[in-house]
């Protein structure tokens, strides 16, 4: 079982670009969140796939979309990154909107220069 | 809005000995899941332990348990016989037992093991 996978690992991008970062789930779970990891901070809950669909978001600006594909991976993307974009994008997958259980992956750590 | 408050930056302790990593939360629900995540330096968050609100035994896994004190709004969580592979960021979280899954964290301990 490879867990849940995220892609890529590093990344640095210029100011006013735009990133897609990509996750694949846990198999098994149909359910994926996003969180943004500020250095030295707790991760803040971003928003939630399920079946293809925004189920929740937190308090982040129209900037940060995603999408979910029927194979359950998920995207996120970040248009006109800002220096404070600058961050570790952690996934999370589960097993339904309302498990217990979150399983992480290792994070993509977005560089905004 | 739920609030996770972790008061310690940085925990220290001698290898093989206990620590206990504090908590305090902030919630209007009776209904709703605490848990200690540690991360580290590979950066993925790995589950220690999950408390449910309506279980008034505490939770233990292994070397791990935690003190759950529902009317003061506190978990903290003890790690027993420590070991060098226990050095990480430990994060505690919670769950609304209602809807989806958000977890809301708090700050993170940095947590060192000195041999």
């Known amino acids: 079982d490879a867990g849940v996978t995220q892609s890529p690992t590093h990344l640095i991008k210029t100011r006013g670009q735009q990133v897609t970062l990509r996750c694949s789930p846990k198999?098994?779970?149909?359910?994926v969140s996003w969180y943004q990891q500020a250095l030295g901070q707790g991760p803040q809950f971003i928003f939630q796939?399920?079946?293809?669909?925004?189920?929740q978001r937190g308090n982040f600006p129209d900037r940060f979309s995603g999408h979910q594909f029927p194979n359950y991976s998920s995207e996120l993307n970040v248009n006109a990154l800002l220096l404070g974009d600058s961050a570790l994008y952690l996934c999370?997958?589960?097993?339904?909107?309302?498990?217990?259980?979150?399983?992480f992956g290792q994070g993509t750590r977005l560089t905004v220069v | 809005a739920q609030t996770v408050t972790q008061s310690q930056p940085e925990m220290s302790v001698q290898e093989a000995e206990t620590v206990t990593l504090s908590c305090t939360y902030d919630t209007s629900e009776s209904d709703y899941y605490l848990f200690w995540y540690k991360q580290p330096p590979s950066r993925q968050m790995i589950l220690v332990i999950r408390?449910?609100?309506?279980?008034?035994q505490n939770a233990t896994e292994n070397r791990f348990s935690v003190n759950f004190q529902k009317a003061a709004k506190s978990f903290s969580l003890k790690i027993s016989d420590s070991q060098l592979g226990d050095a990480a960021m430990y994060f505690c979280?919670?769950?609304?037992?209602?809807?989806?899954?958000?977890?809301?964290f708090g700050q993170g301990t940095r947590l060192t093991i000195n041999p």
């Open positions: 979280a919670y769950r609304s037992g209602e809807g989806a899954q958000k977890l809301v």
């Open positions: 198999s098994g779970h149909d359910t």
């Open positions: 796939y399920y079946e293809e669909e925004e189920r």
């Open positions: 408390q449910e609100a309506y279980k008034q």
């Open positions: 999370a997958s589960s097993t339904s909107l309302r498990a217990t259980e979150a399983f």
